[in-house]
């Protein structure tokens, strides 16, 4: 059953609400994601992340191959209605390179990317592939 705010959610052209997922413990935002409506419907009942993502053209849960699924404590939506934070509890690395945060890039003085985390225990995209 589709709760009653998922209407009063402005989605865009393709149907989809960008969702920033933050940790629920230290304010820490740990990726951007895009859900459609049965990514929220799912992620509600399920208590784990749902997302819809653009690359692939499908749903998927967060952690469903990689075991680093996120415990979903809260939902968020703005002002506007376009966008949701998702506050969760992490149960591993957000970041598909093993990174806790997708975030583990900054612009240097230089005006160069340089990475300024280390990444963490989890498995990877690349190693949940591999075997």
């Known amino acids: 059953m589709k709760p009653p705010f998922l209407s009063q959610l402005k989605f ?22 895009y859900m459609n409506e049965e990514a929220i419907v799912k992620t509600l009942e399920t208590g784990r992340t749902w997302f819809y993502r653009r690359s692939l053209g499908r749903l998927m849960m967060k952690g469903a191959t990689s075991g680093n699924i996120q415990i979903v404590t809260e939902v968020l939506t703005d002002c506007d209605r376009d966008c949701l934070v998702i506050k969760v509890r992490p149960q591993g690395p957000a970041c598909h390179e093993g990174f806790r945060s997708c975030f583990y890039q900054r612009v240097s003085e230089k005006g160069e990317l340089e990475i300024f985390l280390e990444p963490v225990a989890g498995k990877t995209t690349q190693q949940t592939q591999q075997g």
């Open 12 to 33: 865009d052209s393709n149907g989809l609400i960008p969702a920033i997922v933050q940790d629920d413990e230290t304010g820490e935002v740990l990726t951007l994601a």
